[in-house]
């Protein structure tokens, strides 16, 4: 069952409306897709919350504008960075019975040899393009990365598949590998870096003025 939303059309006329809406606790969005011209909507910030929750990323919403019911997916939502407040949503209107595509993120599960072993999880794909109905969509692909030892890589063609879904990615694409350790440099002997120091270091005004006097005496 699609988890229900209300939202209120907004004025785009007036400059100072957004800054009003988001005073009200308000989140300004656009609705787009099928069967429907873009709007501009009004959204309650903790129903919106409230109903993303309830229905996953790529879940689906029955959006009510003006008494007409929409059926969306989040097509984007923009977080302000400082305050992890919602400041802008794009909701796009689906069909139902086709197929559209979506990303899904990618959780990988356990500790891999390779790390133990003082490796570094490198991760190559935090999400996957998914092609599926709406009501299809997995939340998230999980994968265990504990077999991966030290030089190995956990590929696409390791993600879990389903008869519902469809991943868009070539089966070799990497999602995430285990890298060597990064090598220190040798310790440097500290009176061989004491002597590069000195001699390295420019000449001080001093000594710059005595050589400067003995080479005058020899000229006399």
Known sequence: MATNLTVDKRNTDKRSSLTELRNKGHVPANLYGYGTESVALSVDEPEFIKA???AG???VIKLKVDGKDYSVMVQEMQVHPLKNAVTHI???AIDLNKETEAEVPVVL???SLGVKEGGVL???LATVNVKALPSD???QLEASVEGLNIGDSLYVKDLPTGSKYEIL???DDVVASVTPPKIQDDETDPDTEEADKVGDAPESSESVTQDSQEEGKKDE
């Open 52 to 54: 993303y929750r309830e």
């Open 57 to 59: 990323k790529n879940g």
């Open 90 to 92: 794009d909701f796009i």
């Open 109 to 111: 599960t356990g500790d």
């Open 122 to 124: 490198q991760r190559v």
């Open 137 to 139: 969509f997995p939340e």
């Open 169 to 171: 990615h070539q089966e």
